[in-house]
């Protein structure tokens, strides 16, 4: 009996396959949350098999298209950049990316997309939209902008500010500094975009110039947390420590009603080196609210590391590389 049992075991184990979750297992799962709206759940499964197939341009293709339903058409880009590089064959790229610069208010690059899809493929699926993108670009790129596309003064604020967040998290100053003068002109009652141009300016090695327009507007309005921040960071940087010690210590009474200002204090906090205030800022703002920003995983991380906290600060930066894959170069550099 106990023979019998056992052959019958072994018959068992002849003919269990084991499971294994293979890249298609978790793109076809990730496509299943996406078409439910599920984006979180999508994102999560399609960079898993992304894991599995780094450079399958079909899922890189899908998650920039999820980026795109979400609006983050900067990321989205960056994925068709690869993706048209890894598959030259893959001419639907190209659509992609011109209708994603369109959005960014970005005509030229959009018309140079746009292009390049009709000469690769005349005929393609997406042959009369992108000949439609085209016309409306000539108009745009011939008239006036907000009466061609009926663009409202919100959507174009929104565009410019998103961008600008963009560039200065990625330290791309010049560009940075070119939204933000369009913003200064346009938009002259958003307040932030001047200090996020002064920060800019510093970071290019205009310290003169950029500590002069802080310093003014300072003394204009002495509560304002900005230029308080700002001038924190540049005289901590020009060797100017006993001046950023004082307006430190002002910020410690300082606790902001929104995410993006508390964000803003933490941020600064470390990068001058006031990490233990710094951690203690970070632990008390929801992730929730900031996650789309890489500054708050870079710098929450950089400040737990010199804390002590490494084991955290690597946890930290884990959970911020799955958010923004380029984290891994600004965090070699800090």
């Not at 803003?264 to 205030?277: P, R």
């Not at 710094?278 to 703002?285: C, E, T």
Request: proline share 3%.
């Amino acid at each position: 009996m106990q023979t019998s049992r056992m052959k019958q075991k072994n018959n068992l184990d002849g003919n269990v396959v084991p499971f294994r979750a293979d890249s298609q297992f978790y793109f076809s799962h990730g496509v299943k949350a996406f078409q439910r709206k599920q984006f979180s759940r999508a994102e999560k499964w399609i960079k898993k098999a992304i894991e599995c197939s780094p450079d399958n341009p079909l899922f890189l293709s899908q998650l920039s298209v999820l980026y795109t339903e979400l609006h983050q058409y900067h990321r989205a880009n960056e994925l068709l950049q690869r993706v048209v590089e890894l598959d030259e064959d893959y001419v639907d790229g190209y659509y992609l990316l011109a209708n994603n610069y369109a959005h960014l208010g970005l005509f030229q690059e959009a018309k140079r997309y746009a292009t390049e899809y009709l000469s690769e493929a005349p005929e393609g699926e997406f042959s009369e939209d992108v000949q439609e993108l085209i016309s409306l670009i000539n108009q745009v790129m011939l008239e006036d902008l907000e009466d061609e596309l009926e663009m409202d003064e919100e959507d174009e604020f929104f565009i410019c500010q998103e961008s600008s967040y963009y560039y200065l998290e990625h330290q791309e100053w010049d560009k940075a500094i070119e939204i933000l003068e369009e913003m200064m002109v346009q938009f002259p009652e958003y307040i932030p975009a001047r200090h996020d141009y002064a920060y800019a300016l510093f970071r290019l090695g205009k310290e003169d110039v950029a500590i002069t327009l802080e310093e003014s507007w300072f003394e204009q309005d002495s509560s304002s947390i900005h230029s308080r921040l700002n001038l924190i960071y540049f005289y901590y940087h020009s060797n100017q420590k006993k001046m950023a010690d004082e307006l430190i210590e002002s910020l410690k009474n300082v606790y902001p009603t929104y995410d993006s200002q508390k964000l803003k204090i933490a941020v600064i906090l470390s990068q001058v080196n006031a990490c233990e205030e710094a951690v203690q800022r970070f632990s008390k703002i929801p992730v929730g609210s900031v996650s789309g920003f890489l500054n708050y995983y870079l710098w929450y991380g950089y400040a737990l590391k010199q804390v002590g906290q490494v084991k955290k600060a690597e946890q930290v930066w884990e959970q911020g590389r799955k958010k923004h894959p380029d984290l891994a170069d600004f965090i070699d550099q800090i």
